[in-house]
């Protein structure tokens, strides 16, 4: 019954794929111009509410260490090793993120193309996690920090305290 419920959920996320992003503010209309869309995205609510799910961060170890999702394995995107994933079903529900879904995305069309069936990008990625007011963690708790990349892209990290 949960496998089944597990690919019902699954399946209403791929559709919600081809449902347009609402344009409501400027991080949104920089997402639409950033990203192609050609992995499924969950929202932060429906990630919150997926049960067992492998969430995958694409971002560098520097930016890792400095806080990530709960529960999130560090997978990079410069050193991206296939080989980490030996151990992931093709069947499991997966869902990759990076500072706002551009790398992330990039890993998703990789973890598709090796055959990976239920992979979806998180979208706004840590900086909308944070923004709506989720915790992050680094070796020792919980944090205020997020690594936003560069001085450029922190503009889109409303809360914690900025690093890069």
């Keep these: ?34 990203l192609s869309f050609s992995v499924p995205y969950v929202t932060v609510d429906e990630l919150k509410a997926l049960d067992g799910a492998c969430l995958l961060d694409t971002r560098e170890l520097e930016e890792y260490e400095v806080s990530h999702i709960p529960n999130a394995e560090y997978i990079g995107y410069n050193t991206f090793d296939e080989s980490a994933l030996e151990n992931i079903p093709k069947e499991q529900t997966i869902v990759v993120y990076c500072s706002v879904g551009y790398r992330s995305e990039k890993i998703g069309e990789r973890l598709k193309k090796m055959g990976y069936k239920n992979v979806y990008n998180l979208y706004g990625s840590i900086f909308e996690w944070v923004n709506e007011g989720n915790e992050v963690i680094d070796k020792d708790g919980t944090t205020t920090k997020v690594h936003t990349y560069n001085k450029q892209w922190s503009k889109w990290l409303e809360k914690g305290e900025k690093v890069y």
Excluded: R
């Excluded at 019954?1 to 209309?29: C, H, N, P, R, W």
């Design 1 to 34: 019954m949960k496998k089944l419920l597990t690919s019902i959920f699954a399946l209403v996320l791929a559709i919600g794929m081809y449902a347009q992003v609402a344009v409501d503010s400027e991080f949104d209309e920089m997402l639409n111009d950033l």
